[in-house]
């Protein structure tokens, strides 16, 4: 599973921390049956973020977008 999620996010491999670490966050939520709320990407600078993703993730996790207000 763990390397499924990291191809979803990062088709050429998790190459820096931030990168694993986002895969890891998912891989858990997975894990523990959990909703995944993040404020972690749904932007064009920085492709291959959590949010950016959600479409590639549907079948693995349930992933929402969460302000400082809704957290």
């Known amino acids: 599973m763990y390397q499924k999620i990291e ?3 990062f088709p050429l491999g998790a190459n820096s921390e931030n990168e694993r670490n986002n895969v890891k966050i ?3 939520a997975k894990h523990h ?3 995944l709320v ?3 990407g749904d932007s064009r600078t920085q492709p291959g973020e959590i949010l950016d993703n ?3 993730l549907k ?3 349930q992933i ?3 302000s400082e ?3």
């Open 54 to 56: 959600r479409d590639k």
């Open 33 to 35: 049956n959990a909703v």
């Open 38 to 40: 993040t404020q972690d």
């Open 7 to 9: 191809a979803a996010l």
């Open 26 to 28: 998912v891989y858990e």
């Open 64 to 66: 929402l977008f969460g």
């Open 69 to 71: 207000n809704t957290l």
């Open 59 to 61: 079948n693995i996790v």
